[in-house]
């Protein structure tokens, strides 16, 4: 015997009882109108009083993931029609693997199941198919009457003396020429299920007594949806050779229901239909019709909408006019919508068809012509009175496009980021017309620089004053809460090392950030020339450095909230006329609560200038910005690019750099020019630069250790002190334990891989 599929006891499990109820259910509030992402319409429903009688259903919520909506037990509802009648289902289990009985052959029978002739639901003989796969098996759907006799079925073949090559479908041609692919009887078959029976019987029989490819296809018979086959599942057969039954797709099917439904006592003669007493229908919408739905084993009736209506028909105004004139190409003339109805009809002065393009002819140049003069006049009294009232539309569009764009670049936020000085974005807010005059409505001449959060243009001021705007570059909210993070930082400091914020417009899709412009570019570009052409001398890159560091110390020690840069770079390091250091691109940076000393924060930074263990941890502390100096020092005193320096070991900038310092040939790698120019200074910021990469963050110094440490170096040699910080010894500063230098390279070198693959 053939055990039954599980779509087949899933469908038996639909036999809902249809008894009457004393009071008519209703879609009431309280009733859920959704399970996952499922509508489910009246007269379906979801708990008591909620669905009409047999269309109740379930929302399973019982495991991980989206809920489901079920109807019985297991059977799974995607879909549900009211125009077609329909439920959509699938079963994840909905197919079988028939094995051997014996060497004598496959040979069996099995109830297939029906839907009961109690419930509102049978399978639709349109939408789905009696499929069978397997090699020479043949499968027919016999009645369950006594008699037993053959209502259908299908034989799937293989060749027994060719070489098996795996082939289920074949593809063929459509009328329109496209290709599809169909169940063609090799390895598989499709026949129609019949109309109206509620329940059938399935009989197995092998045409093979040697079974040769029983176990290189699997031996399935399912009920499916039209074309499901023929899809990506019938390819997963294709696959490879054998059959795991972990890899079953799910099988849909399409389910057809009718309310009242009840079985036909005798054959052809129907039990039910649309109640003689309108006030017992279904059909509640007085723009509803009801609909007989009779077979030959069960009866009943459906709603539907009038024509020209659309919407639920099972319930009070549920049924709605639909606005013809709104739909394309139903009316190419002048277009009335009426009651379930539309009237199509010429302009004045043409005749023909409206309902096909260009039907309409004009009758008479005359009329024609007096029809645009009247046009003319009623064009010019109309722009007449437009220009009169021009003056306070405008007024009142400029006030609402300031509230509209003032809500979408989060004003709101940035007032809260800035709550401590309420008068703020008051105060900063620039009009976007002041900030076209200055950059020449954003000329791709005034472009003077970019990065990752945005454009930079250079711009003048109705008040002479030279600024840089940064515009970011798309309208995403990434971009706009790094644009209000990077103006509620920058409002809260006021540090000479520090870009200056003048203000921000928010009248635009896109935010705009003016600032303070600085005229001689970024440390990047001063420091990467073209060699041999010199650099900037050695007293200016430690007096950057120093800059740098005190910026830095005050971001993380003197403002209410410390501050971590989170990108320090020398990109992001402007320099004035006279080389003061301005820190610059705030956008990235975050506030510590002073109550904290990290926090978690997404992986954000430049790679060669990222801390290794911020990049593991995702924690963020000051000392991460304590690593990227250190790089900076590096860059300083190498001329090399941290981004993407190699040596010809693989290594990178921060590991060759602190390699050669622990093996004593930090010549190597310093820029000729600070060799020349530094003298014994350039070891003091070599060992400070390896102490603020340190891989443990706790044994690096802090900002304000840096700061003091370069401020000291104009002090003699003798007087030079770290400033109680725990650097590493190296032979370079005084030759000592070589194996303890190689143990924490070693370690360091590990975790400096990171700065390869960025996050």
């Known amino acids: 015997m053939i055990p039954a599929t599980a779509l087949t006891v899933l469908l038996l499990q639909l036999c809902l009882s249809a008894a009457a109820a004393q009071a008519t259910p209703g879609a009431g509030s309280r009733c859920p109108t959704s399970c996952g992402a499922v509508r489910v319409p009246y007269p379906f429903g979801i708990g008591d009083g909620c669905y009409w009688p047999g269309f109740n259903l379930t929302c399973d919520r019982t495991r991980a993931g989206e809920p489901r ?6 059977l799974q509802v995607v879909e549900i029609s009211l125009a077609n009648s329909t439920v959509r289902v699938v079963d994840g289990a909905g197919q079988v693997k028939l094995n051997f009985t014996g060497p004598g052959g496959l040979d069996g029978s099995g109830a297939w199941g029906g839907l009961g002739a109690a419930g509102p639901y049978v399978l639709s003989e349109w939408r789905n198919q009696f499929v069978v796969t397997g090699c020479n098996v043949q499968a027919t759907l016999v009645g369950d009457g006594g008699g037993g006799n053959v209502i259908s079925g299908c034989s799937s073949f293989c060749s027994i003396n060719d070489r098996w090559t795996g082939a289920v479908t074949t593809s063929s041609s459509t009328g329109d020429g496209a290709a599809t692919a169909t169940c063609s009887g090799i390895g598989c078959c499709e026949t129609p299920v019949p109309i109206g029976r509620p329940s059938y019987r399935v009989e197995i029989k092998s045409l093979d007594s040697s079974n040769e490819y029983a176990d290189r296809l699997p031996i399935a018979v399912r009920v499916a949806e039209r074309g499901w086959f023929d899809g990506a599942s019938a390819s997963l057969l294709n696959d490879s050779p054998g059959y795991s039954p972990s890899r079953r797709p799910a099988v849909p099917a399409v389910l057809e229901f009718a309310v009242d439904s009840k079985p036909v006592v005798l054959p052809g003669v129907a039990t039910s239909g649309c109640p003689v007493d309108a006030r017992r229908s279904a059909c509640r919408s007085s723009h509803a019709s009801c609909r007989n739905v009779s077979g030959n084993y069960r009866s009943g009736y459906v709603c539907r909408c009038l024509d020209g209506y659309q919407g639920n028909p099972y319930l009070a105004g549920g049924c709605q006019d639909i606005d013809e004139c709104t739909l394309p190409d139903m009316c190419f003339g002048e277009c009335t919508n009426t009651a379930g109805g539309h009237l199509c009809r010429c302009p004045r002065g043409a005749h023909g068809d409206p309902r096909i393009r260009n039907g309409c002819i004009r009758s008479s140049l005359g009329l024609s012509v007096g029809i645009g003069v009247g046009s003319g006049a009623a064009l010019l009294i109309m722009v007449l009175g437009a220009i009169l009232v021009t003056r306070k539309m405008k007024q009142r569009r400029a006030k609402m496009l300031k509230k509209k764009f003032f809500k979408q670049n989060r004003g709101h936020l940035l007032q809260q980021l800035v709550s401590q000085k309420a008068d703020i974005a008051e105060r900063m807010i620039i009009p976007l017309v002041e900030l076209q005059k200055a950059t020449n409505n954003f000329d791709k001449a005034r472009e003077i620089g970019g990065g990752g959060h945005g454009t930079v243009y250079k711009g003048i001021m109705s008040d002479l004053h030279v600024v840089a705007i940064k515009k970011s570059k798309v309208a995403i909210q990434r971009e706009i809460d ?3 993070n990077e103006v509620a930082i920058l409002s809260q400091i006021n540090h000479r090392n520090v870009v200056k914020l003048f203000g921000c417009c928010l009248e635009t899709e896109v935010p ?13 570009h001063h420091l990467h020339v073209q060699e041999p052409a ?6 200016d890159r430690v007096r950057i450095a120093t800059e740098t560091a005190r910026a830095l110390a005050y971001l993380h020690s003197a403002v ?8 320090i770079k020398s990109q992001n390091i402007l320099l004035d006329g006279t080389l003061i250091a301005k820190v610059s691109d705030f956008g990235a940076s975050r506030c510590i609560p002073v109550d904290q000393t990290e926090t978690a924060t997404a992986i954000q930074g430049t790679f060669g200038y990222l801390d290794p263990l911020y990049f593991y941890s995702g924690q963020l502390t000051e000392k991460s910005d304590v690593y990227s100096f250190g790089v900076l020092l ?13 040596s010809s070991e693989e290594e990178t900038l921060v590991s060759y750099f602190t390699s050669s310092l622990a093996t004593g040939k930090l010549v190597r790698v310093l820029d000729p020019q600070v060799v020349e120019e530094g003298g014994k200074e350039v070891e003091e910021v070599a060992v400070l630069a390896v102490a603020c990469v340190r891989i443990e963050g706790d044994h690096r110094p802090s900002m304000r250790q840096v700061e003091l440490t370069l401020e000291s170096l104009g002090a003699s040699h003798d007087s030079f002190v770290m400033h109680d910080m725990d650097v590493p010894k190296y ?4 030759g000592s334990n070589m194996e303890e230098t190689s143990r924490q390279y070693s370690l360091e070198a590990e975790y400096l891989l990171s700065s390869r693959y960025p996050r």
């Open 512 to 524: 705009l950030l003016v600032y303070e412009f600085i005229s001689n570019g970024t440390l990047y």
């Open 731 to 734: 032979p370079v500063i005084e």
């Open 534 to 539: 010199p650099s900037l001398a050695w007293e």
């Open 482 to 484: 790094e644009f209000i």
């Open 69 to 74: 909506l079920l109807v019985g037990r297991e």
């Open 634 to 646: 590096m860059e300083l005193l190498t001329r090399k690019k941290p981004c993407s320096y190699r």
């Open 560 to 567: 209410s909230f410390p501050i971590v840069h989170r990108d």
